[in-house]
């Protein structure tokens, strides 16, 4: 029969879970994190983990998503506290390509490749991973409302297209080291020029 915890208890063995998955994901990556190693560190049953988690890969997605929902907070706020009279095409696109650019540095973020991120992604229920693209696709859109967006820009396509962004920060050796933040600047830019 499984333990019975307090609120109190439970809030603390998540938040141990999601603190040593974090320091597991960064260290190992997806691939070679394991349950067992994430347990010991917390030093609870193995049994335990699954009472909070169905999965590894759902408790090193949540991690990876409050990164990137702090990284949004932080863009938003950023991007609200811009003046209309400084909210210029140039401006804009430099207070975006400095958040990828920190996305990239976050340790977690930074251990993740192409073949990391597809893994997780086709470990995960379908509907968990979809719900996440909707999640990116309403942050944009609130993002976009403090901007003069114009009337025919589609939220949708936007979005899709920040991810393809994003994506192409997963492959910065391929791209060139030399032309990547030049590349990844125009390609901000090319989306910021079709917005405002």
Avoid at 75 to 86: C, F, H, M, V, W
């Amino acid at each position: 029969m499984p333990k019975s915890y307090s609120d109190q208890e439970r809030e603390y063995i998540r938040k141990r879970l999601k603190e040593e998955a974090a320091k597991c994901l960064a260290r190992y990556g997806v691939r070679r994190t394991t349950v067992d190693e994430i347990v010991k560190r917390v030093n609870i049953p193995k049994g335990t983990f699954y009472l909070f988690y169905k999965s590894k890969e759902l408790l090193l997605f949540e991690v990876i998503q409050e990164q990137q929902e702090d990284v949004n907070r932080r863009l938003y706020q950023t991007i609200s506290g811009i003046a209309p009279a400084e909210l210029t095409a140039d401006r804009l696109t430099d207070v975006i390509f400095e958040f990828y650019k920190m996305t990239e540095e976050m340790l977690i973020l930074k251990m993740l490749d192409v073949g990391e991120v597809e893994l997780l992604a086709r470990k995960l229920p379908r509907e968990i991973v979809e719900e996440h693209f909707q999640d990116d696709t309403d942050t944009i859109e609130r993002m976009l409302a403090l901007l003069p967006v114009r009337k025919e820009a589609d939220v949708k396509v936007i979005s899709a297209a920040f991810h393809a962004i994003y994506f192409a920060t997963l492959h910065k050796a391929e791209i060139g080291e030399e032309q990547y933040d030049e590349a990844l600047r125009t390609l901000i830019y090319g989306m910021v020029i079709q917005l405002i």
